[in-house]
């Protein structure tokens, strides 16, 4: 049933700078690799990582260093996360973003030459190295030029379904679509890296593009994987909110970090009120006396709208509840007051052309109109800290679609070091697990045939629901019932709706043929969808506490008890519609030299 099959050492789905950069690695050591793309090479979600990469080089501030780092994440991930993935990204993201500069990566400079760092949420000290506001951008284009330079084999515009075992459960491959012509193409593969990216396009408003619906979540959950921190999502407190053509289009944090503040419908600067009690204790005649009393009290360093995205973003949405939002249900964001027009748009020249082409809006002169949206999950595959490995042989994942490195909520500009440091290790790891010999080298073709099967089943029925109306309603059933604040009532509504969409999904039409058709593309993305809204929303429910980018309404506080241990789902039978368990997985002990570190902090 397929019409062509290809074999490879290292097979990488997904090519973003997670998904390049082990590609680099594994094709170093002179193994066939190649990537599969859902889309076109360039166009992955690392892109809309604007503001910049985090790493402790010291550049600004001379005491910044992987410990100070280390701390930060962890204390953003409000101790959930895998701290040895935390450690290892801390002390490795330097070298990694200078290794970029050598391979050509043009970041912006200090007076003194040295790669600019700034100010991002959550960090001590400005970290983040940048390209104005188009970093994530130049890291692809750096990447990407190194990949094709070394001639690795590139399948763009290519949708996997599943991935493919041996007899003994190994991974052996996948089977996948070209979407320009319809046909079905088998991947063999010794090893296989997930760099998928995340699941944004289950909730209404959200940054991710169309590519953002939970593949590698899902697919790994079904070969037998386990998926940790589900429930952990980031709504990042800046999205576009108008016009409603590109509501949730992000607004990079480098709009704050280079001095961009909040303000509600009274023109107030309301994330004074939000912060610390003893900041909310202090009153002040002005918004001046207010900046410099908050610079006296946090040695100038991060302004309230720097604190970490999960608290900006529960800060805007109560003051949308108070009444005190914007015509469109945002707020505003200001920088144009504070900032020179020749300023703004040499730092920001992407945020300028976005509001001036998309809402009319010239920045330098007036306030963006913006609002939480669904941006990242922190929650993925489970994975080893060292290789990227999962717990099926041959089966690694890095990225946004691995779970543990930022724990209950990532920081800003922690996203593209992710993707290089973890990117390049499993690389590393599949190169070690292929030398090691223990490798799959036949695929089980009963599960080619049955995704086959199933991607061809809306075809044939004669009557069937339409893929879009079901995603508008999943879409719409998530954004009100799993979304920024979580109640246990809702969140029960939602498991049981999602049953419902179950069905509806075994009963899509789609009419048409197979090439190019996006309707098609829909209902086979569909299934992933619902497996990832599936295991959010019973993590959700299960975790009764607010830690990180989880808010109960019902439960406002953390639980110490929930402190230690992730909530990790697996797959009663390996199927998109099969039953979903949740069970606690405990924390990774942390040794005695890191855990002094973090009493430090608090």
């Not at 692809?140 to 991935?163: A, H, N, P, Y």
């Not at 090893?191 to 593949?215: C, H, P, Q, R, Y």
């Not at 503040?261 to 939000?274: K, Q």
């Amino acid at each position: 049933m397929t019409n062509a099959h290809h074999d490879y050492d290292v097979l990488i789905i997904g090519a973003g700078g997670a998904g390049l950069r082990a590609a680099i690695e594994a094709k170093q050591k002179g193994l066939r690799v190649a990537l599969i793309t859902k889309s076109l090479l360039g166009k992955a979600h690392t892109v809309m990582a604007e503001g910049g990469m985090a790493a402790a080089l010291g550049n600004v501030y001379a005491e910044d260093n992987w410990m100070v780092h280390f701390r930060d994440t962890m204390r953003g991930g409000k101790y959930l996360n895998n701290y040895r993935m935390a450690e290892l990204h801390a002390k490795e993201a330097p070298q990694r973003v200078l290794e970029l500069e050598q391979w050509g990566a043009l970041f912006d400079r200090t007076k003194d030459g040295k790669i600019l760092q700034r100010d991002f949420g959550g960090h001590k000290y400005a970290r983040l190295a940048h390209v104005g506001d188009r970093t994530g951008l130049e890291l692809i284009r750096t990447l990407q030029q190194k990949v094709v330079s070394m001639g690795t084999d590139v399948f763009m515009e290519c949708k996997v379904l599943k991935l493919v075992h041996d007899t003994e459960g190994r991974i052996a491959g996948c089977v996948a679509y070209d979407r320009p012509t319809g046909e079905f193409l088998t991947f063999g593969a010794k090893a296989i890296i997930l760099a998928t990216g995340g699941s944004g396009k289950s909730w209404k408003f959200t940054s991710n593009s169309w590519e953002g619906t939970g593949d590698g979540h899902a697919m790994a959950l079904w070969a037998g994987a386990e998926l940790i921190d589900m429930e952990c999502i980031q709504f990042h407190p800046t999205g576009m909110v108008w016009p409603l053509s590109v509501r949730g289009l992000l607004v990079t944090e480098g709009v704050r970090g280079d001095g961009g503040v909040l303000r509600n419908s009274l023109g107030e600067r309301f994330m004074f009120n939000y912060v610390a009690p003893m900041f909310r204790a202090e009153t002040a005649e002005s918004e001046e006396e207010a900046d410099k009393w908050y610079d006296d009290h946090t040695a100038g360093r991060r302004p309230p709208e720097l604190l970490p995205r999960d608290e900006v973003a529960r800060a805007i949405n109560a003051e949308v509840k108070a009444g005190r939002g914007s015509p469109h249900g945002g707020v505003y964001l200001d920088i144009g007051s504070r900032r020179s027009a020749e300023f703004i748009r040499r730092r920001l020249p992407s945020m300028y052309h976005q509001f001036m082409e998309l809402a009319g809006v010239d920045i330098t002169k007036e306030s963006m109109e913006i609002g939480p949206t669904n941006h990242y999950i922190m929650g993925g595959v489970k994975v080893d800290a060292e290789t990227a490995a999962t717990s099926v042989p041959g089966l690694f994942a890095a990225g946004e679609v691995a779970g543990g490195m930022h724990g209950a909520n990532r920081l800003g500009g922690n996203s593209l070091s992710d993707l290089i440091v973890f990117g390049r290790r499993a690389g590393m790891g599949a190169v070690e697990y292929i030398e090691a010999g223990a490798v799959a080298h036949t695929m089980n073709m009963a599960e080619v045939e049955e995704a086959i099967a199933g991607a061809l089943a809306p075809f044939e029925k004669e009557d069937g629901e339409n893929p879009y109306d079901i995603q508008r309603d999943l879409q719409e059933m998530m954004q009100a019932n799993v979304g920024i604040i979580r109640t246990e009532s809702e969140l029960v509504d939602a498991i049981a709706q999602l049953d419902v969409f179950t069905e509806r999904v075994k009963n899509i039409k789609v009419k048409g043929g197979r090439a190019y058709n996006p309707g098609w593309n829909l209902a086979t993305d569909l299934p992933a969808m619902l497996t990832v809204s599936k295991c959010v929303a019973l993590g959700a429910n299960l975790r009764k506490e607010s830690r990180g980018g989880h808010t109960r309404e019902d439960f406002p506080k953390a639980d110490d008890h929930f402190g230690t241990f992730n909530l990790a789902h697996s797959s009663d039978g390996g199927n998109w519609d099969s039953p979903i368990t949740t069970a606690e997985s405990p924390l990774l002990p942390i040794p005695a030299e890191l855990k002094a570190l973090l009493e430090e902090a608090k």
